[in-house]
Each structure stands twice: as C-alpha cells, then as structure tokens.
C-alpha cells in the first residue's frame, strides 16, 4: 500500500527589489545635478522609501518616486580648493508583510570650485544734489553688494570726469559739483566692484546717476551794504548792490515792491 504524504510549506515572497549602479557625475557650483534612480529588478507591489547616508549635504534631496535633486551653493568648496567629492549611499526599502526588502547604490559626485563675479543691484544708485559748491557725502548700500564665494570686494572709480568725486575702496563716496556741472545734471557715472582676494579678480560694473534734488529751496537775496535803513543828503546818489542768487538754479525773474 503506498502512503501520500503532504508536506505544508510557508508561502515564500517572490518579491525583488535591486537598484542600478549609478556613473560617477561631475558637476560646478551654481549648477544643478538631478536624475531618477533606476531598477534592474523591483515587484510591482512594493512601495518604496527612499533615504541618504553618508557624506551628504543638508540641501540633497531624494522624492518619493526616486529623484535626486542638488544645486550646490557658491560656498560648498572653500576658496583654496578646486574640488569637492561627495561619496554617500542611496537607499531604497520596502517593507512587505513581515518581510523587509533594501538595497542601496553609491554615488560619487564631485563639484568643482566656480568663481562668479560680484552681485550688483539691478537699479543704479542716484545720489541727489540740492546744491552746486555743496560736498553730499552718501555711503553706497553694501548690503546689495556681495560675492556668492564671500570674497573680499573693494569698490574703484571708471568715469574720472568729476574732479571732486570720491570714492573709497570701501564704498564711501563724496562730491561736490561746481555751478556749471550742477546746471548740465542730470548724468550717469560709472564705478566698478572687484575681488580683491583672487586670482581672477572678477569685476562688475555698476552706474551712478547723478541728479538734481527735488526738494527747491527758495532764492537767496544779499544787500550790500546791509542795512534796514539809508540815509542820505539831497543830491546825494546811493548806490546799493542786491545780489539774488538760487541754489537750485531754477531763478527766473525777480521785482521790486514798494
């Protein structure tokens, strides 16, 4: 008599899951670096979590669906380097029933130092003049004035057609304009920011436009000789100066009231 003999065996997951290798990449600062990790095997029904690990940058990032994405800034290479590698994991896990499925994939990315040139504002700066033999002194705003690298920046003249215009390497600047370069305003001036601590010494240019104030100040009359009252004998002739003058150069007619 033969005997049928049944052997109950546990259900074994065909589930599978193992990434592909990823190339070595190469990238500079400023520049993005985004691409989805691949599959060589991988069950429909797994759903997948994804993570870094190793020597990563706070701003990497990896999506649900297994992109990587990382624009490095202009400071993630020091100033005396020319390169930076990144060597880190990607992870991929899933878990499924009492099972867990993982793998991981190393990355290799290197980023190149970039050297950019110094950041000007969009808008020029104006400096208002309300009055020709007059020094106005302004200090540029060196907040909207900087290097992506930190590099130290200093600040130089380009237009030399102002005798009395200034300014320091710092950013402060003075000038006085004489009665006939106050008439021909408004004009546009040019200066330069540049790297001091490079080789490359990137510079910049920026403009200045210099304008006349808005805010008109009433004309100035001067009577010499100064004096609240004459006197003088019958057939006597006085002569008396009256100098009027406007610091805003807009004066156009004056009169006399009795």
Do not use: H
């Amino acid at each position: 008599m033969k005997l049928l003999i049944l052997f109950l065996l546990p259900l074994i997951s065909l589930a599978q899951l193992k990434l592909k290798p990823i190339e070595p990449k190469k990238i500079k600062e400023g520049e993005k670096c985004k691409f989805r990790v691949e599959f060589e095997q991988k069950s429909d029904s797994l759903r997948i979590n994804w993570g870094l690990s190793g020597n990563t940058n706070p701003l990497m990032n990896i999506s649900s669906e297994g992109v990587f994405s990382w624009m490095p800034d202009f400071k993630v290479v020091a100033q005396n380097e020319t390169l930076k590698v990144f060597d880190f994991y990607i992870k991929a896990t899933s878990q499924q029933d009492s099972l867990l499925f993982a793998d991981s994939v190393w990355v290799s990315l290197t980023v190149k130092n970039t050297n950019t040139p110094p950041v000007v504002p969009q808008k020029p700066e104006i400096i208002w003049i309300q009055k020709a033999n007059t020094e106005v002194q302004k200090i540029l705003q060196k907040e909207y004035y900087f290097d992506e690298e930190n590099d130290l920046l200093a600040f130089r003249l380009v237009d030399e057609d102002y005798p009395n215009l200034k300014l320091s390497p710092d950013g402060n600047l003075s000038i006085s304009l004489t009665t006939k370069e106050f008439r021909a305003l408004p004009d546009t001036l040019f200066f330069e920011v540049f790297e001091q601590n490079t080789v490359d010494r990137l510079v910049s240019r920026q403009s200045i436009i210099l304008k006349r104030a808005e805010i008109d100040e009433p004309p100035t009359i001067k009577v010499v000789p100064d004096s609240p009252k004459y006197q003088i004998e019958e057939g006597e002739e006085l002569l008396i100066e009256i100098n009027i003058s406007d610091d805003n150069d807009d004066l156009k007619n004056f009169d006399f009231y009795t």
